[in-house]
């Protein structure tokens, strides 16, 4: 997962990694640990 940064103050675009195998393609939307790196801190919840 890359963050960059832009103009506006605590925006980010983010690329994700993209694994690839003969089953198909995952990536991982969130991750916390990641994104507290970046000071991004979020509660995610499931309703």
């Known amino acids: 997962m890359k963050f ?3 103009e506006l ?3 980010f675009i983010i690329e994700h990694d993209v ?3 003969s089953r198909g393609a995952f990536l991982q939307t ?3 640990e990641e ?3 970046m ?3 979020w ?3 499931e309703g």
């Open 19 to 21: 694994h690839k195998d």
């Open 9 to 11: 103050s605590g925006v």
């Open 43 to 45: 509660d995610f919840r």
């Open 4 to 6: 960059e940064k832009t």
């Open 30 to 32: 969130f991750h916390n």
């Open 39 to 41: 000071g991004l801190e």
């Open 35 to 37: 994104f507290s790196k």
